[in-house]
């Protein structure tokens, strides 16, 4: 079946560090891929998205691409904050069903 | 917009007791999910519905049912509560249409059950 596949935390990093979140997944078709972010005690938001391969979905300086050939879509950022911290979800939807990685929480230290 | 409204936000339930998690999104959307994430873990898929009067199971229904009467409802059943049923639950729903929105997954603010 589908399934995402995603780094243990947790990750802690100075603030201004380059960040990589390393997302796999495996799917039949064509799905599309998420990363969803979830501040401490509330639902998950979409951070940013990519419905097929080689795009690539930015937001709030985060990016990641879609890469079939080694079905990855891998979160970075140049610098992180403080304000980053947080548990980041990588996802997949394929015909309507979304499944969810397992979560990796992110500590920024100032 | 309310979005997604999950009711109630905090649960105890003793061993065999039963309860509903209510959700109702306002958006017209079709589709509406019920997830669990347990600590440490991801989202698990618990049943979904792709419109009023459709359900189906998810990754673990065991122990649950739903009901889709409406576009807007999509409550959740616990018939005999277990302590492995103590978790955080999210309900979602989502769009098929086309635009920015198209696939984005909206969640409630979630509902945290023990079952002691």
């Known amino acids: ?110 | 917009n309310a979005g997604v409204t999950q009711t109630p936000k905090f649960r105890i339930l003793k061993i065999g007791q039963s309860m509903t998690l209510q959700c109702t999104q306002d958006m017209n959307h079709n589709y509406m999910y019920w997830y669990r994430q347990d600590p440490g873990m991801g989202l698990k898929l618990i049943y979904y519905s792709v419109g009023a009067g459709i359900t189906d199971k998810g990754e673990v229904p065991n122990g649950y049912n739903v009901s889709r009467s409406t576009t807007e409802d999509f409550p959740l059943r616990l018939e005999l509560a277990a302590p492995s049923q103590t978790s955080v639950y999210f309900c979602a729903s989502s769009s098929t249409g086309q635009g920015p929105t198209n696939e984005k997954l909206f969640f409630g603010s979630g509902t945290q059950l023990s079952v002691l």
């Open chain 1, 1 to 110: 079946g589908d399934s995402v596949t995603q780094m243990e935390g947790p990750v802690t990093l100075s603030e201004e560090a380059f960040l990589t979140i390393n997302c796999t997944y495996t799917a039949t078709g064509y799905p599309s891929l998420f990363w969803y972010v979830q501040y401490p005690g509330e639902g998950l938001q979409l951070l940013l998205k990519a419905t097929k391969a080689d795009d690539k979905g930015s937001n709030k300086g985060f990016e990641a691409t879609y890469r079939k050939e080694t079905t990855s879509f891998h979160l970075e950022k140049g610098s992180v904050q403080v304000s980053d911290s947080a548990v980041y979800f990588c996802a997949l939807n394929n015909f309507n069903k979304f499944y969810f990685g397992s979560g990796t929480k992110l500590n920024v230290k100032p």
